[in-house]
C-alpha cells in the first residue's frame, strides 16, 4: 500500500473532525472539465471575457450562449463519482462535517453529503435580476437566450462571477469550518483563486493537517499542506477509504 494512502487514513481515523475543501478536479470523472490545465475551460475562453460580472452585464446572451448553456449540458448529464460517494461515506462514518467547495454542480449533496458550502454558489438555480424570483435551472426555458422570467426581467445563475463577492455567510462559515477541523482535505483544486485558496491556510494555521489530494502539486504543496497523496480523486478516495476499513 502507498505509505501516504496509509498516513492519510491513519490521519482520517485519529482525528474527530475532518473538513474538506474540493475543486473541479474532484468532478473530472464526472465528465465535467476542470478550468485550468489540460482539457480546461479556460484553455479555450478567457474567463475575464466570458466569466466576469460585467461581461455578464454588458453581454448576457454571449456568455449565455458561449459558457452557459453547455455547462447546463454537462452538469445536467453529471453523475457523482468515487470521490463524491466517498466523502458521503466519510460523512456517514462520522468523520467528515463539512465540505466547502468551489464547485457548482451540486454532485456533493447529490451524493449525500448534508453540510456543503457551495463557496462560488451553484449552478442548480436561476435568480430572476429583476423581481428576485427563483427557478431550478432545469425548468427554465433556454429557447430564449437569455432565459426570462415572467416578469420580464433576465434570469441568471445563483454562481458567483469573478468580479462578484463570495456570499459574506459562506464565507464566514467556511472560516469556522476550517479553523475548527483536525484535519482537511483539500482535493482537486489548483489553490489559485482567492479566497477559497486562503481556507486551508485556516486550517494549518489552527492546527489542522492539510491533506492534498491531486494528480499534480499546487502552490500549497509543501508549504500549506503537510503532504500531497497524488493521483485521481477518485482513486485516492477509495484507496484511503480501503486503507481505514482494513486497519
Ligand atoms: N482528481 C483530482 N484532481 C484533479 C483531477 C482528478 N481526476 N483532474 C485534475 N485535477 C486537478 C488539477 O491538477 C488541478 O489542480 O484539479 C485541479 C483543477 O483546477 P482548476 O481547474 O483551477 O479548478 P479549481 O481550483 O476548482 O478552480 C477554482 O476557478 O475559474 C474558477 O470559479 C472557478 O471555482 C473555480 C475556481
Not at 473532525?17 to 474540493?22: D, E, I, K, W
Not at 466576469?52 to 453581454?59: E, G, L, S
Request: hydrophobic share 40%; glycine share 8%.
Amino acid at each position: 500500500m502507498d505509505k501516504l494512502v496509509k498516513r492519510a487514513a491513519d490521519d482520517i481515523g485519529n482525528a474527530g473532525n475532518v473538513a474538506a475543501l474540493t475543486g473541479a478536479g474532484i468532478s473530472v470523472e464526472s465528465g465535467i472539465p476542470p478550468f485550468r490545465g489540460k482539457g480546461g475551460i479556460w484553455e479555450k475562453i478567457d474567463p475575464m471575457e466570458f466569466a466576469h460580472i460585467d461581461t455578464f452585464m454588458r453581454d448576457p446572451v454571449k456568455v449565455w450562449d458561449v459558457l452557459l448553456k453547455d455547462m447546463k449540458e454537462i452538469i445536467d448529464k453529471a453523475k457523482p463519482n468515487a470521490a463524491h460517494l466517498g466523502l458521503a461515506k466519510l460523512e456517514k462514518m462520522n468523520k467528515l462535517k463539512t465540505i466547502i467547495t468551489q464547485n457548482v454542480d451540486g454532485l456533493h449533496q447529490m451524493a449525500g453529503n448534508t453540510d456543503v458550502i457551495e463557496f462560488h454558489g451553484n449552478f442548480a438555480w436561476q435568480k430572476c435580476m429583476k423581481c428576485g424570483n427563483r427557478c431550478e435551472t432545469g425548468k427554465v426555458d433556454l429557447s430564449r437566450i437569455p432565459p426570462k422570467c415572467k416578469c420580464g426581467g433576465m434570469f441568471r445563475p445563483e454562481c458567483v462571477f469573478f468580479g462578484e463577492m463570495i456570499p459574506p455567510d459562506y464565507l464566514a462559515r467556511s472560516q469556522q469550518a476550517a479553523a475548527r477541523c483536525d484535519v482537511m482535505l483539500v482535493i482537486g483544486t489548483s489553490a489559485l483563486v482567492q479566497p477559497a485558496s486562503y481556507i486551508p491556510v485556516i486550517a494549518k494555521e489552527n492546527g489542522a493537517k492539510v491533506i492534498e489530494i491531486n494528480p499534480e502539486r499546487t502552490p500549497l504543496t509543501s508549504r500549506v499542506s503537510d503532504y500531497l497523496v497524488k493521483g485521481k480523486a477518485g482513486d485516492v478516495v477509495t484507496d484511503i477509504l480501503a486503507a481505514m476499513e482494513s486497519s
